[in-house]
């Protein structure tokens, strides 16, 4: 005997498979039941009466299940289902069972155990074979594992959920739910939020009530932390840099690949793989995972990290370490640190730090500290601390240059202990800059720029005689400079430049102009925190065409002569002169 206590459904448009009835029956007529199924769900079973034993007796109790749970749990394994159109058909499990079989299928779904929701996106993987999978919007989830290992083992990983693992012992097609319970463990973080303040009626002292919160904590290694002397940019800075970061981590992987290295943690490792394509690898959805010993990529490959070697035809993208020797036809993209040698022939991207040698014949750029040598055609980029050498034709940024050399046409770091050398180098907060006015023999206005560091930095000047009568009309130079601190206030200059003359405005452009050659020495004194003067002699030297058929009859250069006075057939005119100049200095 038997009756139908309640009946009730819900659903919605969707695969017929996956709609959710509930449903109460005891004793009924596997027939009887169907009928029931196909009212709630709101389609037809399709089936051969004598394929289906329809007169059997069967009962079931679900509450908003999946039409597919409800037939798993009537037929056992013994009828398989397939949908078209409107129509649920049902067939009898004609395959045989092998006496060795190669594989066997696990589907089912995965579970919220806490409220009994069917979780999407959980990565389902088997860390021997690497075979894996991911439930489909419905929680549901079907994974080919094969039989020959010994002990199979299924991890089930899903972000913000705590992981299980579980053992197969029964080598059959089997239904198998898995139910993850919710992580719910949060960094507690301290934050005091408008604090409030309470007072008795004895006027007792204040007593602040501090607030906390709830928050996701952001884990910033110290070597790649931005420094800057705002306290809110900085912040920013951080923030910004950890999720670009993160989204770096993501950007060279699949869909899948990206769920999978959201949901698991786990490293996972092989001794070789190789790959067509980030999504086309012998690791198949796993690469993000997994830290190979050797790599190699025809065209582009993705991994968690590479131990020993690692070439590819076009681009290599690790998520975590590499370790060993790391080559690239375009570009080498690491998420973390690299130590070793990295090649690429058109950029390296490290998030992390780097210790070796890093070279590119155009761009490189490290986002932690450096430690060796960072040779690139064009530029290098290094946010943490340099110990070593930056090497490039173009430009170096370096946050902090703790040990080594920069060595380009232009340089830069935040702050250095060591010289940099090239065109330009400017150290933002202990280099050497002085704004000069001077004047002297020659031009007696100047305005000159100096940048770099004590030992070794770079000279802008232009001078003016606008059109004083027997001067030329100015001169534009570039030059080095080194300094020495006496102590006290005191300091020693030697300064040489090299400048181009114009004769007169007239003809700028014509052969009558002139080089000025000079090494001038001078003496500062600071005069207060951010001025002093400087004083001292020079030697110079000034050639050019017809220089002395121009200008035997001016009184050019009232001052010491070496080698002669200015003459009719002379090009060549070498004196001793004396500068004076105020200096504005460091910070401008």
């Not at 959710?20 to 051969?48: A, H, P």
């Not at 999407?120 to 860390?127: G, K, L, T």
């Not at 340089?411 to 010289?419: G, I, K, M, P």
Request: net charge positive.
């Amino acid at each position: 005997m038997g009756f139908l206590t309640s009946v009730s459904s819900k659903v919605q448009a969707q695969e017929l498979l996956e709609k959710r009835i509930s449903i109460r029956v005891t004793n009924q007529s596997l027939d009887n039941v169907l009928r029931q199924i196909e009212n709630l769900g709101g389609f037809s079973f399709s089936y051969n009466p004598d394929i289906v034993e329809i007169k059997s007796r069967v009962s079931i109790n679900a509450v908003n299940q999946s039409v597919r749970e409800i037939l798993n749990e009537l037929f056992k394994g013994k009828v398989i289902f397939r949908e078209r159109h409107k129509y649920i058909i049902l067939l009898r499990n004609t395959k045989k069972e092998e006496e060795t079989p190669l594989n066997f299928n696990l589907n089912g779904y995965i579970i919220n155990k806490k409220t009994g929701e069917k979780l999407a996106n959980a990565s389902i993987y088997e860390p021997v074979t690497l075979a894996s999978t991911i439930s489909n919007q419905y929680g549901y989830y079907r994974i080919r594992l094969p039989t020959t290992p010994s002990s199979v083992r299924l991890e089930i990983r899903k972000d913000q959920f705590i992981g299980q693992s579980v053992i197969i012992s029964n080598r059959k097609n089997t239904y198998l739910p898995i139910q993850l319970n919710p992580d719910t463990i949060k960094a507690l973080t301290f934050r005091q939020l408008n604090i409030v303040t309470k007072s008795d009626t004895l006027n007792s002292p204040r007593i602040k009530i501090p607030q906390f919160e709830y928050t996701t904590t952001i884990y910033v290694s110290s070597d790649t932390i931005i420094e800057t002397d705002s306290l809110p940019l900085q912040n920013k800075l951080r923030v910004t840099y950890q999720r670009v970061r993160k989204d770096f981590s993501s950007a060279f992987a699949s869909a899948k690949q990206a769920i999978n290295t959201k949901n698991i943690t786990d490293t996972l490792y092989r001794p070789v793989q190789s790959s067509i394509l980030p999504f086309i690898s012998t690791n198949r959805e796993l690469s993000g995972n997994v830290v190979n010993d050797f790599s190699f990529n025809v065209f582009a490959g993705y991994s968690l990290g590479t131990n020993k070697l690692e070439i590819g035809g076009l681009f290599n993208a690790d998520r975590g370490h590499v370790k060993g020797v790391q080559l690239a036809g375009i570009g080498n993209f690491v998420g973390n640190n690299v130590t070793g040698f990295q090649y690429a022939s058109a950029l390296n991207v490290v998030m992390g730090n780097v210790k070796g040698l890093q070279y590119s014949t155009l761009l490189n750029f490290t986002g932690g500290n450096f430690k060796g040598v960072q040779w690139a055609g064009i530029g290098n980029v290094m946010l943490g601390e340099l110990h070593g050498w930056q090497i490039s034709g173009g430009y170096n940024y370096a946050k902090k240059v703790k040990s080594g050399h920069q060595l380009s046409a232009v340089n830069y770091a935040d702050s250095s202990a060591t010289t940099s050398i090239g065109l330009f180098s400017y150290i933002r907060k202990n280099g050497y800059r002085r704004y000069e006015v001077s004047s002297d023999e020659f031009n007696y206005f100047n305005t000159t720029f100096k940048t770099g560091m004590n030992a070794f930095y770079n000279i802008f000047t232009i001078g003016f005689n606008w059109k004083i009568a027997n001067k030329p009309f100015g001169s534009i130079g570039y030059g080095f400079g080194t300094a020495a601190n006496l102590g006290r206030g005191w300091m020693f200059n030697a300064d040489i430049t090299a400048n181009a003359v114009a004769i007169d405005k007239v003809n700028l452009k014509s052969h009558n102009a002139a080089g000025l050659f000079r090494l001038t020495t001078g003496i500062e004194r600071t005069t207060g925190k951010r001025f002093s003067i400087a004083f001292g002699p020079s030697l110079n030297l000034l050639t050019g065409n017809e220089l002395g058929t121009s200008y035997d009859t001016r009184k050019l250069l009232s001052t010491f002569w070496l080698g002669g006075k200015p003459g009719h057939t002379r090009k060549n005119y070498g004196w001793i002169g004396f500068q004076v100049a105020v200096r504005f200095r460091d910070k401008l």
